[in-house]
Structure formats: C-alpha cells, structure tokens
C-alpha cells in the first residue's frame, strides 16, 4: 500500500508500514505555528489570524506532507475535521476532479450517515464518488440521473461546484474544516478550477483549504505556474514557500535517524549534499548503513525524472554539466557540450526552465540541487564519462577558459590522462598550502604520489619529477591538516624503498622529517636514533641549512628522553649556525626548545623570555609551526605554575593562530585548543569547554575529533550524563594510537561510579592505564595519581553501600591503586624534582581519600584527626591549584567526615560553599552527594512518608540505622557510612529497640522485615 498522507516527505510515493513512527518534525517549529495560525487552527503561542487558504510551495522532498501531517494532527487535536485528497501523476490520464472524489471517498468509507446527508442535499456531489467514476457502474433506476464526469454528460459545472462549495460548509456546521490537497503540480484543469472557485468564494462557516506544490515542477509552459500567480492574489490566500532546512536542523534530523554516533566529517557530507531537503537527508542517512556509495535507487530516480523531460540537446548540456560538478562556468560548458551556436542557448534555456540548472551570478550554471549533479553524473555511460572528462582537461589545458589546478587535475585523472594529472595535482596541492588548506593540498599531493606509483611507472609518467621530495611535501602537508599519523606513514614508506646509492642529503631529509613528524605523535619509533643517523649524514661543514634544521631536531629528541645537557648543547648549537646562515624559523625553534629546557629546570623567568622571543622570531619569519610550538610552550609554562588565567591566554593563542593560517588541527594548534578546554574545565567555566570541544561543521581528521571528544567526558561526568560512556566505544579504537585520547576518558570513571557500576569504574581504570604505559613505553604516568584518585574515590563511597565480603575486595582493589599513585608520584623530570600545584593537589587527593575508604572498609582504621586533616589538604592544595570542582568535591567529603566527628557545625559553612559551586557548574552527582552529608537523601524522606503511627513511628535516621542493622553492620561501621558518631548509632539503636519491642539486633531486623519497615 502507498500511503503519502503518511510518508515522511511530500510527494515523494514510498511504502509506508503503518506501525512505523513519523520522522521527527525538525526545524519546521515556525512554519507549523504560522501555517496553523492562517488556517485558524488554535497555536501554542496565541490566537489564529483565519481561517483561510494558503498555497504551501517547496521543492519535492523539502517536508510538505511531513508538515501537513503535523498540521492535521494539530487540527484534529484542536476538534476540526480533517478531509485529504492528492492529485497524482497520471499523465494525460488523469481523472478530472480527483482529489475531490478522494475526499468524499473517504467521508463516505468513514462517516457513511454524514455522506448521504450531504448527498441528498447537494445531490451534484454524488457524481464525485468513487463508485460513479469506475467502468461499467450501474445506476439504480431510482438514482438521481446525474451523468457520470467520466461519460462526458453535460451538466452545469457552477452546479458542481457550488454544491462542494455548500457541502463543506454543511460539514463545518458541526465543526470547522481543514481541507488539505496535496501536489496540485499535477492537478488536472477541472481541479485547479475547483480550488480557484473555492478559493474566490468566502464561506460563513469555518472551511480553510491547503494546495501543496512542487516549485521545482513548475517550468515556464507550467499551467499551474500563472494559475498560482492568480491564487495568490485573491483575498485570504496566503502563498507559503518552505525553503529547505538550515543546516543546524539537518544536523538535528541526521542525529534523530542516526542516534549512534557519527563522525563529523560525515554529518558535515550529508548536510553539505543534502541541502536542507528533508527526503534526502533521511536517503543520505540510509546509505551510511549501505556503505556509502552512489546514490540509492529511488533516490536516482526520483532526481532523474526531470532529465527525461527535457530534449536531447537540453540533456546532452546537463549530461556535460554534471561532469563539472555543482557548478559550471558558461564558456566552458558551451566549450565541452558539443551542442554548438543557438542550439546550445535553447538547450540551456530549457534545462534552466525545467528547472534543473540555474544561472548563477558569475556568469555560469549550477545545478538546481547538489544531489541532482550526482544523479545525471552516475547516469553516464563508462565512455560518455571518459570523453566529457577529456574534454573538460583539453579546455582547461588550453588556458582558453579559466579554471584550476584542481578542476584540471580532476578531469585528466578521470580521463586516463596521468601525466597532466600528476603536474596539475602538484601545482593543486602547492596552491592549496599557500592559501592555507593543508587538508586540500594533502590529498592532491597524495593523488599525484598515487598516480606516480613506483620509481620506473614515475619515470615514464613524469620523469622531472622527484619523487622524494612530492613524498616530502605531502607529508608536510599532512602533518599541517592534523593527520600526523598519515604523514608519518609516508614518510615511513619512502624511506623503507629509498634505494642504497640515493644521496646522503636525501636520505636525510627523509629521516629528518621522520622524526619531525615522530616527535608530536605517539609513536615507539626512536625518534633519537633517526636524528642522529642524520647528523651523520650532514657534514659539520660547511654549515648547511639541512645541519642546522637536523640539529634542532636532535635536541628535541634529546629533551625528549630528558637528557637536557645534551638538548642544550645541540640547541645552541642549531640557533647559531641558522643564525649565521640567516635562518630565522631555525633559529625560532631552536630558541624554543632552550625555553622547555628552562622550564624543565624551573626557571619560569627564563624560559618565559625564551619562549616570547621564539614566538617573535618565528612571527617575523612566518613560520606558522614554530609560533604555535612557542605559544604552546608559554600556556605550558603558565599552567605548571598554577597560573592557570595566563595559561589560558597562552594556550588560547596557540589555537586562534591555527584557525587565523588555516592550520586548526595542527600540531600544537589542536594541542592548544584541548589544553585550553582542559584550563576552562579546572576554572569552573564548564560551558565553555563545551564550546571549545564542539567540532560542528568544522570536519576534523578523526584524531582531532577524538581528543575534543575526549575532552568533553569531564564536564559530562561532572554533570551526570551517563549517556556520556556511549561515546567510549568511537574513542577506544583511538587509545593506543594517541595516549592523549585515552587518559581523556578518565572521567569515565566516575560516569561508571556514579552510575552504581564500580566493577566498570575499576576495569576503565585498568584499561587505560595499561594502554597507556605500553604506548609511551613508561613504567608509570604522573597521570596516574589523578585516576587513582578518581577510582579510589569511587571505591569508597560504593564501600558505604556494600557488605563485608564486598568491602574486603573494594579494599583490595583500594590498595593497588595506591600503590599504583605512589609508584607514578615521581617527579625527578619535574622542576626542582617537586610536583607542581595540580601534581600535589591529586596527591593530597590520594592519601584523603584512601584513608576514607579504610576509615569505611575498617581496615587500619585512620584517628578522627588523622582524616580530617588529610582532607583539609586536599580542599587546600586544589584551593590553591584553583580547580573549582575539585575543590568543592573535597569540601563535601570533608563536611562529611566533621559531620561523622561530630563536629557539624564546623561541617556546614563547607556544605554551602560546595553546594553553591556544584548548583552553578550544574554538577547532579556532587549535590546528590551533598544531600546525603545533609541527612535528606530521598531513603530518608520516603521513610518519613511511610511511617506508622506517631507513638510507634520511626524516624527516618532511624529507618537508616535499621536497614544498616539489618545487614549485620557494626555502630562504628553504621556511623561512618551515615557520617555520625558511634554514640550517636548507639542512641539510635536503643530507640529502635524500644519502639519495636525487640530483645536485640536480630530480633528487631527480623521483625522489621515482617512488617514492612525494611527490605528483604
């Protein structure tokens, strides 16, 4: 069964399962209310201004019927009627009045009674019913004599159409009428002449009327297109056009079909390709699940449909246009098209009629839609495609017609023509850098390389092209677009085929780029072994630009494996060769490692005065990569200091220089970005993360997209979303390429604890630290501290909710991740070998809250003292620090154990201060957590809500107390998981008893369970 009226989008006939759920209306908010409102349907936001008529435009597929739909819910929500007729695409066969005979059709089917009322007293109507239009009906003798409209029998026509007139106001004389009829493009004349009656005459009662069209379909010989014109003028006619959906809509509409999710990269495809068109989001969707591909069937189809209307030289011009792309400039169309003179004008006049190209403002044609290029282009024949390819390349080649590097490239490559393919990808890609798209130029450069192929097929392709440096190049290029591991690849690759008698100074330039890329990705490449083959490749002298550029790179790798002495020297050593040879970008990065040097050291003076003066050097030389590499090293410097406002500032510079040269996915620009998300998350500006982090319509490589959605796990976390560890099945595959990606995840520790999961919170934990260490070769991570204080955290607050044999394991699983912590709490690399202000906080953090999970556990059970004072520490240092969350986090957990102390008064000014951080970061799991400290968890008020009679009642501190009772719990055991005194729990005990009658614990337990008071 085909059934429009319930398709997701106008016009467009698929089959529907009548179980299935509408597509979600999305972005269509506005339209609805103003279309409802000139209907006279009542709206959410007020009065409406009808009834009247409205002529609702849009292209084929753009959510007409999806927007009717909802309007007719809306309506008979509201108490209209709704009645539904559709003109469809019969040809010359189309049956006069068909959407009418629809509509009384089905009034009849539904409202039988409401059918003959009408019949009897407008008997004209009864030539509209489905049964009077079908070959061989028989009349009764005593049926009024009417005529049949199919048998060409006369009658009056303003006789048929004042009794429709009169028979829809009937109808509204129970209720108001919406008459909807849809895809009037192809309405016969006698039914655009109904409407146009319809629409002209006014009615006493409510009737409004709804005629959709397909814009697209009316070309300039259209009937309907002057018919519309005339409509619109007409009093309480209001002409509608949907236009396509903006971006951000799609975007919403492609998450609502595909809740998993996606790649950026690829939601940005679709919403480029769709266009705004509803239908051909929901088919672009679709075909994510087929693998990408060509277009779908149906939809090709649907698109191709205007093709076959046009002539054969109209097409043979489209066909030549879709070759070119989406757009196409008019002297090069009318170059390739082989339909020469005023042929070729009147084909393009009716291609533009046809509304399938249209003229563009510099002097060219684009096709009326994205998708519809793709269509006619998938449509070529193999040969067809080769020779308009050709074609497109020899025009192009010729330089008598303007075009790019990039356009010619496309065209030779398609047409076989590999030696232009490879010099036109070449010159694409250097265009590409120079105007700052490094993603651009990677991928032409790779096409060349790719068309190359081995050293003997690139001899004879291009033998003046070397193929050492295009690989050189393209690796560059890919380093600059963010997709470092590619670039690494390439290098990679080329230096595993170089042959044995290549030059020195080539095989160094190979190595050196190697470790270039090597030293800014995770790699267990030994990135010193490659710079110091090449130092031994470039001689001392003469000084050389290669040895300088080779002798910056060594001292990187010596900063690397913290050996400083030996980076020093070999730095000083690069700045002033560059120096004497004039090298200021070498000198500028050389300047820069001298400064992560002083840093390292803790000379934050010195290497503060080092690093501006790289980053001057580097500006004034316009060597992008250098700059970003010293403002880098300035927000690094700012935030080991716990100066986390000018870390900001720096790291904010880093990544504003990379989206200003094109470079955002950069090394150190991305770097920049995420440093800068991870400063705004400890500042307590959560929502800015958010917006750091968000890569919409930005298409990153999928490296960036995993680090800014990695870096947006903590604010989730701290907010309780745990649809938030969905996202760690996309990230986890990145784990052992980009140790960063991983450690980013840690916040799903606390997802998982929070969530009651600590099974879950433990395995993360594991899993990422072990990931991680492999990766970076590192027996230990000072990151480690911080996640270890995480689970541990975590392991004590589930200890307040398990039994014994529970709490021994949580213990357990304690102990190792202290271990863990003070195995990684090494800071020999460190400045003055000391942690910095975050490093000590996280290590105040530790101890705090492992002595909280003994305290719990009961296990080397740490003095009253003892806890609060390691707790004070921690509010402390991450005071200091100046990490918001935390702060208040160790500010609820130190109410909690003066609360368990007794000492609740000194607890409270602690509880307002975190409960007022937490309500502002919007951080649910911290103020559930102060609700508890409070004594108002929900256990505790549904105890007072369940509770007896008042001279049997227990309060609901004491319901706490005996459910933990009844768990064979112990008063000191009791106190600290509800964080008050044993004498307290003892108090509590003895009142329990009394008001249950019982001789001891297990006596009132189990008669708590027999009434009710407790579960199991």
């Not at 999928?702 to 745990?722: D, I, P, T, Y």
């Not at 649809?723 to 784990?735: G, K, S, T």
């Not at 840690?746 to 999961?757: E, Q, S, T, V």
Request: include cysteine; proline fraction near 5%.
């Amino acid at each position: 069964m085909f059934d429009v009226v319930g398709a997701a989008h106008d016009d467009v006939l698929v089959p529907v399962d009548p179980s299935a759920p509408p597509a979600p209306l999305v972005g269509r908010a506005q339209e609805l209310e103003r279309l409802a409102g000139l209907v006279g349907v009542p709206g959410p936001s007020g009065a409406p201004v009808g009834p009247g008529s409205v002529l609702l435009a849009g292209d084929a597929g753009v959510g007409k019927t999806r927007l009717l739909t909802e309007l007719r819910d809306t309506a008979q929500t509201a108490g209209w009627q709704v009645v539904i007729g559709h003109c469809l695409d019969f040809g010359d066969s189309t049956l006069p009045y068909l959407p009418f005979s629809e509509i009384f059709g089905r009034l009849a089917a539904d409202q039988p009674a409401v059918a003959a009322q009408l019949i009897d007293a407008h008997p004209a109507v009864a030539r509209l019913m489905p049964g009077r239009r079908m070959m061989g009906d028989e009349h009764p003798a005593d049926a009024p004599q009417l005529g049949s409209l199919d048998r060409g029998d006369r009658m009056d026509r303003s006789v048929l159409f004042e009794s429709v007139q009169a028979a829809l106001g009937d109808l509204a004389s129970s209720a108001p009428v919406l008459v909807l009829v849809e895809d009037v493009h192809w309405a016969d004349q006698s039914t655009r002449e109904m409407l146009g009656f319809l629409f002209a005459r006014r009615h006493d009662l409510p009737v409004s009327i709804v005629a959709s069209y397909r814009t697209d379909d009316l070309h300039r010989r259209h009937p309907l297109r002057a018919t519309a014109a005339q409509w619109g003028r007409l009093a309480g006619v209001t002409r509608l056009q949907l236009e396509p959906l903006p971006d951000s809509a799609v975007r919403t509409l492609v998450r609502a079909l595909h809740p998993e999710p996606l790649p950026e990269r690829e939601v940005r495809g679709i919403v480029r390709r769709a266009e705004g068109n509803a239908f051909f989001t929901e088919e672009l969707v679709a075909g994510i699940e087929r693998g990408g591909g060509p277009l779908s069937w149906d939809l090709a189809e649907l698109l191709l449909v205007r093709l076959d209307q046009l002539d054969d030289d109209a097409r043979a011009v489209v066909r030549a246009a879709s070759v070119a792309g989406r757009r196409v400039p008019h002297a090069l169309l009318a170059r390739v098209a082989g339909v020469g003179g005023q042929q070729f004008d009147a084909a393009v006049r009716s291609a533009v009629d046809g509304n399938v190209l249209i003229p563009t403002q510099r002097d060219g044609y684009a096709f009326r839609h994205a998708l519809l290029a793709e269509a006619v282009y998938d449509d070529l024949l193999p040969g067809e495609r080769v020779g308009l390819h050709a074609a497109y390349a020899e025009a192009l080649a010729s330089r008598d017609v303007e075009g790019t590097a990039a356009e010619l490239a496309r065209h030779a490559r398609a047409a076989h023509d590999l030696a232009t393919a490879v010099r036109a990808s070449i010159q694409a890609g250097d265009e590409a850098m120079r105007v700052g798209g490094p993603d651009e130029a990677t991928q032409h450069l790779e096409t060349a390389l790719e068309l190359l192929g081995d050293a003997a097929r690139a001899e004879q392709i291009a033998p003046d092209v070397d193929r050492v440096q295009l690989t050189l190049r393209a690796a560059e290029a890919a380093m600059a677009a963010g997709r470092v591991h590619r670039g690494l690849a390439l290098v990679q690759e080329q230096l595993a085929t170089l042959p044995d008698d290549v030059p020195a100074a080539t095989r160094a330039s190979v190595l050196l780029m190697a470790a270039t890329i090597a030293l800014v990705s995770d790699t267990t490449i030994d990135v010193l072994a490659l710079t110091a083959e090449a130092l031994q490749l470039v001689p001392e002298q003469p000084p050389s630009a290669l040895r300088a550029k080779v002798m910056g790179v060594h001292a990187r790798a010596n900063l690397e494996h913290y050996r400083r002495e030996e980076a020093a020297r070999w730095a000083q050593a690069s700045a002033e060769m560059a120096l004497a040879l004039q090298l200021p970008a070498v000198v500028a990065e050389a300047t820069t490692t001298l400064g992560y040097l002083d840093r390292r050291a803790g000379d934050a003076l010195s290497s503060r005065a080092a690093l501006q003066q790289s980053v001057r050097r580097a500006r004034s030389a316009g060597d992008v990569s250098a700059e970003l590499r010293g403002l880098y090293g300035l927000g690094a410097l700012a935030f080991e200091n716990g100066q986390l406002p000018e870390a900001r500032a720096g790291y904010t510079a880093a990544f504003t220089l990379g989206l200003e040269r094109g470079r955002p996915w950069a090394p150190y620009a991305l770097e920049g970005r995420f440093q800068a998300a991870q400063v705004a998350y400890v500042m307590g500006d959560w929502d800015d993360v958010l917006a750091l982090t968000d890569v919409t319509d930005a298409a990153p490589p999928g490296v960036a997209e995993a680090w800014l959605a990695g870096g947006r796990l903590a604010v989730q976390a701290g907010r309780g979303r745990q649809h938030a560890v969905d996202v760690l099945a996309n990230l986890r595959p990145w784990w052992g390429k980009e140790g960063v990606v991983a450690i980013s995840c840690a916040p799903a520790i606390d997802l998982y604890g929070d969530a009651g999961d600590v099974e879950s919170a433990k395995a993360v934990h594991d899993e990422i630290a072990a990931t991680v260490t492999k990766l970076w070769q590192r027996e230990t991570l000072h990151v480690q501290v911080r996640m270890a204080a995480l689970l541990l955290g975590q392991l004590a607050t589930a200890a307040g909710r398990g039994g014994g044999q529970a709490r021994r394991e949580l213990g357990r699983w304690g102990a190792q991740a202290l271990a863990t912590a003070q195995a990684a709490a090494r800071w020999e690399h460190e400045p003055q070998g000391r942690p910095g202000p975050e490093g000590a906080a996280w290590v105040a953090r530790v101890e705090a809250e492992h002595a909280r999970l003994r305290w719990l556990c009961g296990v080397d059970v740490p003095g009253d003292d003892e806890l609060v004072e390691l707790w004070q520490r921690s509010v402390a240092t991450f005071e200091a620090f100046g990490h918001v969350f935390e702060t208040a986090r160790s500010q609820a957990r130190l109410a909690a154990v003066l609360r368990a102390c007794g000492r609740v008064e000194a607890a409270e000014p602690l509880v307002t201060a975190a409960r007022a951080t937490a309500t502002r970061l919007g951080a649910e799991p911290l103020l559930r957590e102060l609700r508890l400290v409070a004594g108002a968890g929900p256990r505790a008020r549904a105890a007072v809500a369940d509770a007896g009679p008042a001279d049997q009642q227990l309060t609901a501190r004491e319901r706490e107390v005996l459910e933990l009772v009844s768990l064979g719990r112990s008063n000191r055991e009791i106190g600290q998981q509800l964080f008050i005194s044993t004498k307290t729990v003892s108090v509590h005990v003895s009142n329990i008893l009394a008001k249950l009658g019982a001789a001891g614990r297990t006596e009132a337990a189990a008669l708590a369970r027999r009434q009710g008071l407790i579960s199991g």
